[in-house]
């Protein structure tokens, strides 16, 4: 990315938290049999140094287990082999030099279990057994790298990407006023689906760079007004979110029934909703007043038997705007 | 400060949704009701959020609000559906056959706290 140089004195940005955490995360979720090497280059206790020098060099390893009677007995490293060549010894066999108390992992273990071991005991790498304690792979440090990196580029690369394109839309496209309209059409009556308008443009708002609090005040926002299209709009409705670097536009439209006393509508806790529907814990008669609280202007326009628009608008600090200022804006708490 | 891993002992909550590790997982409070548009005005983020209700729309407000795990309570299921939406969206689900006061109660005396 061209902000690389930059990164060392700048705040840890969202963007890199969460990239952290899902590396924690990882630990825990991939196990050791996923990232370990099975392609053994096991040696026999008699085997000579010089051999296994030979060894070394041919597979490009630094280090093998020990095997004798199929049995695990020990490892030998690149430093056990160091030691011999120092004392000119590498006609000695590897029993003489091997590390005999060996650490192992069981296979089905989270990678977390292996990290815990390399912390503590400062060993380059481990064998791998399964529930019968039989060897099955080794694995190193490098291993755990490349295997989290593997995973991770499987599931960020393309949130990753999405975002960092999203993030420079504002800056990439020049106009004397660029903005970015989302539409969703809301159905009357589908219970299932509500929160899905509200989670994709949260999540669309967080791609384009917005800090978390403001998506966070335009998710909460548009969810009650996505929930009141599906409550109580006849037809249901449609849903448009108009996003500038400066500001977001929202607005909520339907064709019916209208609300009656719109001064009513925001008293908190008062709610025409059926009981049917307060049963599931709708029609709380909190919605308005939710949705006034999330945003900088609210603006209701309505005609009784006509239908009903709603208007809702969230201005941005200057720090806060989308574009050029985003990098700036991606630590939390900010606001 | 409690994990929900402590939590879920503590309570022997099952957890309806993946494992995951709930020992790195700490709420920051509590919220209880039943009324959707309350929680959306008054849970705080990363809040543990005790409710009877179990339909997919739960799922999609502990999102908005980034919960840290909701307690369903009085043995009520959510379909199947909601079950694999909150796995998507990272939610935690909980059931539990005690009543929701029992619940706060008990979560209160773990040290759970609003600010």
Same mark, same amino acid.
């Given at each position: 990315?061209?902000?690389?140089?930059?990164?060392?004195?700048?705040?840890?940005?969202?963007?890199?938290?969460?990239? !952290? @955490?899902?590396?924690?995360?990882? +630990?825990?979720?991939?196990? $050791?049999?996923? *990232?370990?090497?099975? %392609? &053994?280059?096991?040696?026999?206790?008699?085997?000579?140094?010089?051999?296994?020098?030979?060894?070394?060099?041919?597979?490009? !390893? @630094?280090?093998?287990?020990?095997? +004798?009677?199929?049995?695990? $007995?020990?490892? *030998?490293?690149?430093? %056990? &082999?160091?030691?011999?060549?120092?004392?000119?010894?590498?006609?000695?066999?590897?029993?003489?030099?091997?590390?005999?108390?060996?650490?192992?992992?069981?296979?089905?273990?989270?990678?977390?279990?292996?990290?815990? *071991?390399?912390?503590?005991?400062?060993?380059?790498?481990?064998?791998?057994?399964?529930?019968?304690?039989?060897?099955?792979?080794?694995?190193?440090?490098?291993?755990?790298?490349?295997?989290?990196?593997?995973?991770?580029?499987?599931?960020?690369?393309?949130?990753?990407?999405?975002?960092?394109?999203?993030?420079?839309?504002?800056?990439?496209?020049?106009?004397?006023?660029?903005?970015?309209?989302?539409?969703?059409?809301?159905?009357?009556?589908?219970?299932?689906?509500?929160?899905?308008?509200?989670?994709?443009?949260?999540?669309?708002?967080?791609?384009?760079?917005?800090?978390?609090?403001?998506?966070?005040?335009?998710?909460?926002?548009?969810?009650?007004?996505?929930?009141?299209?599906?409550?109580?709009?006849?037809?249901?409705?449609?849903?448009?979110?108009?996003?500038?670097?400066?500001?977001?536009?929202?607005?909520?439209?339907?064709?019916?029934?209208?609300?009656?006393?719109?001064?009513?509508?925001?008293?908190?806790?008062?709610?025409?909703?059926?009981?049917?529907?307060?049963?599931?814990?709708?029609?709380?008669?909190?919605?308005?007043?939710?949705?006034?609280?999330?945003?900088?202007?609210?603006?209701?326009?309505?005609?009784?038997?006509?239908?009903?628009?709603?208007?809702?608008?969230?201005?941005?600090?200057?720090?806060?705007?989308?574009?050029?200022?985003?990098?700036?804006?991606?630590?939390?708490?900010?606001? | 400060?409690?994990?929900?891993?402590?939590?879920?002992?503590?309570?022997?909550?099952?957890?309806?949704?993946?494992?995951?590790?709930?020992?790195?997982?700490?709420?920051?409070?509590?919220?209880?009701?039943?009324?959707?548009?309350?929680?959306?005005?008054?849970?705080?983020?990363?809040?543990?959020?005790?409710?009877?209700?179990?339909?997919?729309?739960?799922?999609?407000?502990?999102?908005?609000?980034?919960?840290?795990?909701?307690?369903?309570?009085?043995?009520?299921?959510?379909?199947?559906?909601?079950?694999?939406?909150?796995?998507?969206?990272?939610?935690?689900?909980?059931?539990?056959?005690?009543?929701?006061?029992?619940?706060?109660?008990?979560?209160?005396?773990?040290?759970?706290?609003?600010?």
């Amino acid at each position: 990315m061209d902000d690389e140089p930059l990164r060392k004195d700048r705040i840890i940005t969202d963007g890199a938290a969460n990239l !952290i @955490s899902r590396v924690e995360e990882l +630990a825990y979720e991939l196990t $050791i049999d996923e *990232v370990m090497t099975r %392609d &053994l280059k096991a040696i026999a206790p008699g085997t000579k140094m010089g051999e296994v020098m030979e060894t070394f060099r041919e597979a490009r !390893i @630094s280090g093998a287990p020990v095997v +004798a009677n199929g049995e695990l $007995i020990g490892v *030998v490293s690149l430093e %056990d &082999l160091i030691r011999a060549l120092r004392e000119s010894n590498i006609e000695a066999p590897v029993g003489e030099y091997m590390t005999r108390m060996v650490l192992t992992v069981n296979a089905r273990n989270p990678l977390i279990e292996a990290l815990k *071991v390399f912390e503590q005991k400062r060993v380059g790498r481990l064998p791998v057994v399964d529930d019968d304690n039989k060897l099955v792979g080794i694995i190193t440090k490098g291993d755990i790298t490349s295997g989290v990196m593997h995973a991770l580029e499987y599931d960020y690369q393309e949130e990753e990407v999405r975002r960092y394109r999203a993030r420079h839309l504002f800056e990439d496209i020049v106009s004397d006023r660029t903005s970015l309209t989302l539409r969703y059409k809301i159905q009357h009556g589908a219970f299932a689906q509500g929160g899905n308008a509200s989670s994709h443009i949260k999540r669309a708002l967080l791609r384009l760079g917005a800090s978390p609090q403001i998506a966070r005040r335009c998710g909460i926002a548009i969810y009650e007004a996505e929930m009141n299209l599906i409550i109580h709009a006849t037809h249901g409705g449609m849903i448009r979110v108009e996003i500038e670097p400066h500001r977001i536009l929202m607005e909520a439209i339907d064709d019916g029934p209208g609300i009656y006393d719109v001064d009513l509508a925001m008293k908190p806790g008062y709610s025409t909703a059926p009981d049917s529907i307060r049963e599931l814990g709708f029609g709380a008669g909190m919605g308005l007043k939710n949705i006034q609280r999330c945003v900088d202007d609210m603006y209701v326009d309505s005609t009784p038997g006509r239908g009903t628009r709603l208007e809702l608008r969230i201005n941005m600090q200057p720090q806060e705007s989308l574009g050029d200022a985003t990098h700036k804006n991606l630590t939390d708490g900010g606001a | 400060m409690t994990t929900l891993q402590n939590i879920i002992d503590q309570l022997g909550l099952i957890v309806l949704t993946e494992g995951r590790d709930f020992s790195q997982v700490t709420p920051a409070s509590g919220y209880a009701s039943d009324l959707l548009s309350c929680v959306m005005a008054g849970a705080q983020k990363r809040s543990v959020w005790v409710t009877l209700q179990a339909h997919a729309n739960i799922v999609a407000i502990a999102a908005l609000l980034d919960l840290s795990a909701i307690i369903i309570t009085e043995g009520a299921m959510p379909d199947a559906a909601s079950i694999a939406r909150a796995n998507e969206e990272g939610i935690n689900l909980l059931s539990t056959q005690k009543q929701t006061f029992t619940v706060v109660g008990r979560l209160w005396e773990l040290g759970l706290r609003t600010e």
